[in-house]
């Protein structure tokens, strides 16, 4: 992209900026000599009777640093962007600089990531510093779409309650993470019938989670879940090989009841996930996919329980690994108990 | 001041222009060694900050460095207070306290600090008492500098800077190591290793006491340094200032010519000329205040040297003010003068704002905490029914041991709190912790749709809790 709207700007500037430059040195040559008019060392002109103007010299060092910042300026601007357009012999862009930044970040950080890259996923969720990264990670590049304690909300999966679209795997997770994933769910009113066979098959697939749902219906509805067991599988357990979800299960991505299901069967589903792949390096994907694998494992219910906040608390320890052993040695009282 | 001007004699009618280059190198000027009680007090104090300066660094604290600015870490350690960057108001209410206690003690009596705090004063007296034991008192210096070149004064001259450059880089070392810690600086500088940001600094900071405490000197107080161009905004007439007593002085002259004129009898200045020799700033005193004047009171010390030897009272050059020098007024009037109007307010702001300062960094609580709402989530509807909101707890620990936090909602009716971190925090340590608040489906029917106040109680065990407000929302 470049950097003026007309090529002749930046020649403008240039030109600008060396004149300026000889006019600072013509300036200095052209003040350089001064008549003395009076003995006393000043100008000579006395105002209100007894006002006059000093005409001292200047100190030379003081002439000395001007001129050497000028020089300063003609060897920078050699060197670096200035005049113009021009990209100085050095080659410097700020996007440069940040990426050499950003190499130098990732050789300081390359150790620590070469530990965690010759370990398991279990020892990873068992080590402090990596679930530590692992959380931190996550919070800048995770939360926005799936919360800060991943357990999303409407749209964005829910990462702690071991119920997984494209599988639950270590492997498949980093799979996840670094390519995305694209949830689609073509439109399946035409192949359904009609708008009542819509509602039917909705109240069905209500049933088969046992759900609250209309009997009548949902018996109208099941021959119509032929269409839907293509992807969903047979009973409705989902497929992770498409994504599929499982809709046996209390777990509803896009809302619950009759009305968030007919809107799937009418106008389907596309959930994307971006692939992460250009935020994180493969180490960094490996230790946020480890911390999203142990979310799910340290969630058993959704009720809050004392266990649950131990075993969180075990699984995730501070720097000081002798205050967290004194944290889950201690009564839990990180939470309050039901008001 | 720098070389007077060639004079000319300027007759109106035939002004004879001399043209002259407008850049003019000053004069090396070499102050005469001068001890006195003033001279005792500005060596006090070189001693005493220079001890500060050079000696705080090494100090430790509880197995760290007691002054530390740890600028990559972001944390500054003064001894057991740890401070964030967020406590930047603590330094800027250091700076105010130092700007009226400056405006108040010079509107009291002059440039004392100029005269004899300043760094720049302190580091020239430093190589100042460096060159005079290597090249000699003033005359000495002054011959071998219209001397030429020769084996002598090359080793003299060169042992000088030597001396100075070390100094110099005691001083660089000091002040890099205030920001890394100085022992393992030590070891870097001997083993080589030294990065390249520390490298730059010391050097710079090295070249810049060098230079001008070395070469630059008063040039510094004469064109850099805005303080004396304001001098004249924070003196009055009442201000104590360093003064040659008219009156008493004048017509001066040396004292063989006492004999000659009777009539006219001479005032107590004998014109030695000693009170031009010893300035730094190389003016003449006698010449009435000037803004070159930093107030050094060396002249008052060598006037009085002289009075001493001629039998008369000392104080012919002394601290006074404009109003006692012009009007012979006795000290008391000038103690009286002292509380004025300007100098009891100054003192008063001093007081509040030191005061405040003070009481703030005692009570200064163990930790601090923002509860901020997720941006991600607003509000979700879990199985069952329940309503949760989820927040980012960030809590910074403001000591130097670890912390375990517990949590509490208020406000809200059948809430549970469930954190999905560990509400810890290591020493010095900030982090997030995520946590969510839930209440049931009964209780989020009873409250509606909507955004809900609420307060967050964070209690540090150690410490009185916090609290902090945010909302919970029920989603439609």
């Known amino acids: ?339 | 001041m720098t070389t007077p001007v060639p004079a000319t004699s300027a007759l109106p009618a035939n002004q004879r222009e001399e043209v002259i280059w407008l850049y003019q190198k000053s004069p090396k000027i070499q102050p005469r060694t001068v001890h006195g009680w003033f001279a005792g007090w500005r060596w006090a104090l070189v001693w005493a900050t220079q001890l500060v300066f050079y000696g705080l660094p090494w100090l430790l604290w509880n197995d760290r460095q007691a002054v530390l600015f740890d600028l990559e870490a972001r944390r500054f350690f003064i001894f057991g207070l740890v401070l964030y960057p967020q406590d930047f108001i603590y330094l800027t209410g250091l700076l105010i306290v130092s700007a009226y206690a400056l405006f108040l003690f010079t509107t009291v009596a002059g440039r004392l600090w100029c005269g004899y705090a300043c760094p720049q004063t302190v580091y020239t007296e430093i190589f100042l008492w460096i060159e005079s034991r290597i090249e000699g008192d003033r005359m000495q210096r002054i011959k071998r500098d219209a001397a030429s070149w020769s084996v002598q004064k090359l080793l003299r001259k060169g042992g000088k800077h030597l001396a100075w450059g070390t100094v110099a880089l005691w001083t660089g070392f000091t002040f890099v190591g205030y920001f890394t810690p100085i022992r393992s600086l030590g070891v870097a500088v001997w083993s080589f290793g030294l990065g390249p940001w520390q490298s730059f600094w010391i050097a710079l900071y090295s070249l810049a006491t060098y230079g001008n405490a070395g070469w630059l000197r008063e040039q510094v107080c004469l064109y850099m340094c805005p303080y004396a161009r304001f001098q004249s905004a924070m003196f009055d007439h009442d201000t104590l200032i360093i003064g040659y007593d008219e009156k008493r002085g004048e017509p001066r002259g040396t004292r063989a010519k006492r004999g000659t004129d009777a009539n006219r009898p001479l005032g107590d200045c004998i014109d030695c000329g000693l009170c031009v020799q010893v300035c730094p700033t190389g003016i003449d005193i006698r010449q009435g205040l000037q803004y070159a004047c930093i107030g050094c009171a060396a002249c008052v010390d060598v006037c009085d040297g002289v009075m001493d030897k001629m039998r008369t009272p000392r104080g012919l050059i002394r601290y006074d003010t404009q109003a006692g020098l012009e009007q012979a007024q006795p000290a008391s009037a000038r103690w009286n003068r002292v509380l004025r109007p300007r100098v009891l307010v100054y003192s008063a702001v001093l007081v509040v704002i030191t005061a405040a300062l003070g009481t703030s960094l005692l009570v200064r609580p163990t930790f601090r905490v923002d509860v901020e709402r997720d941006r991600g989530v607003m509000a979700r509807t879990v199985e069952d029914g329940w309503v949760e909101n989820v927040y980012r707890m960030h809590l910074m620990n403001n000591t130097e041991a670890p912390q375990r936090y517990r949590v509490a909602v208020q406000g809200l009716p059948g809430a549970q709190v469930e954190l999905r971190g560990p509400a810890q925090a290591g020493p010095a340590q900030a982090r997030w912790v995520p946590l969510v608040v839930r209440i049931p489906p009964q209780a989020a029917a009873a409250l509606g749709s909507g955004a809900h106040a609420i307060t967050f109680q964070i209690d540090p065990w150690t410490d009185s809790s916090r609290a902090e407000k945010s909302s919970f929302v029920v989603p439609r």
């Open chain 1, 1 to 339: 992209m470049a950097d003026f709207t007309a090529p002749g700007w930046s020649t403008f500037i240039a030109i600008s900026t060396a004149l300026s430059l000889i006019a600072c040195v013509v300036l200095l040559v052209l003040a350089a000599r001064r008549r003395v008019v009076a003995d006393d060392n000043t100008t000579g002109h006395v105002w209100d009777e007894d006002l006059r103007e000093m005409n001292n010299p200047l100190p030379r060092w003081w002439m000395v640093l001007f001129v050497l910042t000028v020089v300063f300026a003609a060897i920078y601007l050699a060197f670096y962007p200035g005049m113009g357009s021009r990209p100085g012999s050095l080659g410097w862009t700020s996007s440069g600089e940040l990426e050499k930044d950003q190499n130098r970040a990732r050789a300081e950080f390359a150790p620590i990531y070469a530990r965690f890259a010759s370990m398991a996923p279990e020892q990873l969720a068992a080590d402090a510093a990596a679930m530590g990264t692992g959380q931190r990670l996550f919070l800048n590049q995770c939360a926005q779409c799936h919360g800060s304690d991943g357990r999303g909300s409407k749209g964005f999966p829910n990462l702690g309650d071991n119920d997984w679209l494209w599988g639950g795997e270590f492997d498949t997770i980093v799979q996840t993470i670094t390519g995305g994933r694209i949830g689609n769910m073509p439109p399946m009113a035409a192949a359904v019938g009609s708008a009542q066979d819509v509602r039917n098959l909705a109240q069905y697939v209500l049933s088969l989670s046992d759900s609250p749902h209309d009997a009548p219906q949902a018996q109208m509805g099941k021959p119509k879940f032929a269409v839907c067991a293509a992807c969903h599988g047979a009973g409705g357990k989902g497929n992770t090989a498409l994504g599929a979800p499982n809709l046996s299960d209390k777990i509803w991505l896009h809302g619950r009841g009759e009305a968030a299901v007919t809107s799937a069967i009418t106008r389907g589903h596309n959930n994307v996930m971006p692939a992460q792949a250009r935020n994180m390096t493969p180490d960094q994907v490996r230790v946020v996919a480890a911390y999203v694998w142990s979310l799910s494992r340290a969630t058993v219910t959704t009720a809050v329980t004392n266990a649950e906040t131990t075993a969180a608390t075990t699984a995730t320890t501070t720097t000081t690994t002798a205050t967290a052993t004194t944290a889950t040695s201690a009564t839990p009282a990180n939470t309050t108990p039901p008001r």
